[in-house]
């Protein structure tokens, strides 16, 4: 979104991608029963007919160096992402047939023919290890597993995407963790668990999982994907520019996305720490918005406020709204989906399009749902409403509505 904006406004922008293809995670780290990659080509299509440059196998540190990249260019924007994996830290882990998830993804996205054995565990819970299973799943594998050591409710992957897995036969080892990876005659014959209980909420403030003693199984696999979170890979910013790293992380201002470094701002992944790719987007867009200002001479931080998160006040009618739930998602049918990687979810048709836009967006005020204990509140039609029969006359829930939608019943009614 920086090369896109930035070439929009006249500038001359070159790309430099350490991948072979251009996209990031985008192209490498999402299925393409996610993401078609048809639908990604036509918009990096867009990018190089609008000019920018494009430099593909070359890392910063590797091919060039960050500091000659200061030199060449007027402003550089580091947008590196989240690439390098996590360890398990069990033993066993670096015995081959354990592979890290994004470079799992990485290579079957690239087309890299992947080993297919009858069992495979993913370790994690996050939308990687979910990614990793489903894929798992479509290139044959028989029997898919994940580990996850917290319960369902504290996985941070989609909740839609997790019930998909289920759905097309991922199986889910909940409150387990990884303790040792089982090799037999030099090669992964499984992966040997430990059952936990939730202790007390940790730094995350998530229930940190607990060993329950004498509680391990093992989960039989020839394959071990660990998918347990990733980080920026930032060897290259080194001596003075090693500055800028703060906690593994590129420190840049959270509103010009600036760094310490002259002429260098950096936002996405590798600022935030894993994401999502609309954040990225995002950041892409306000590093664009800086650096035209900073070669322009112009102050980075005036005017800022409207790109920042913000509650609005804006005032919207609901009466005579009918409240229905949201449309379903058509998808494709499990049985269609094995074997293939086409497109998973299919789109709204036109009428449940016009239908899904007419309906209530339900806002589900906390204020309102507070609120719905007083006898004298009710909700009809989509619009909460208080009936002035049995309406105490605090004026409470009026005052404290952001959205201004709580009118008395014979009021509306013209009484």
Known sequence: ????????????????????????????????????????????????????????????????????????????????????????????????????????????????????????????????????????????????????????????????????????????????????????????AGLECVKNKLGEPDASGRRRPVPVPGSEFVVEAGLVISAIGERPDLDFMTGEMGKAVVDGLVKADPVTLETSLKGVFAGGDAVSGPATVIQAMAQGRKAAVSIDRYLKGEPLDTGREGEAVFETRLIIDTWGVSRESRAGMPALDVAERRGNFKEVELGLGREEAVREAKRCLSCDCKICINLLGCPALIVEGGQAAVDTAGCPGCGVCAQVCPFEAIVPVKEKAGA
């Open 1 to 188: 979104m920086a090369a896109y904006d930035l070439r929009k406004a006249g500038y001359q922008v070159t790309i430099l991608e350490a991948l072979p293809t251009l996209g990031g995670m985008m192209a490498v780290g999402i299925p393409e029963f996610r993401l078609p990659r048809v639908v990604l080509d036509k918009e990096m299509d867009i990018i190089k007919k609008l000019g920018v440059e494009i430099k593909l196998n070359t890392r910063v540190g590797r091919d060039v160096k960050l500091a000659d990249l200061q030199k060449q260019y007027n402003a550089v924007f580091l947008a590196v992402g989240a690439h390098k994996a996590g360890s398990m830290g069990i033993e066993n882990e670096k015995t081959p047939g354990v592979i890290d998830g994004t470079e799992f993804l990485q290579k079957v996205n690239t087309g890299e023919k992947v080993p297919v054995t009858d069992e495979v565990v993913v370790v994690g819970g996050g939308n990687v290890a979910i990614d990793c299973a489903r894929t798992c799943l479509r290139l044959g594998f028989k029997d898919v597993s994940i580990v996850y050591r917290r319960s369902r409710a504290e996985m941070p992957a989609i909740a839609d995407e997790i019930a998909e897995a289920e759905r097309e036969g991922v199986k889910l080892h909940l409150l387990a963790g990884p303790k040792k990876v089982v090799v037999t005659q030099g090669r992964v």
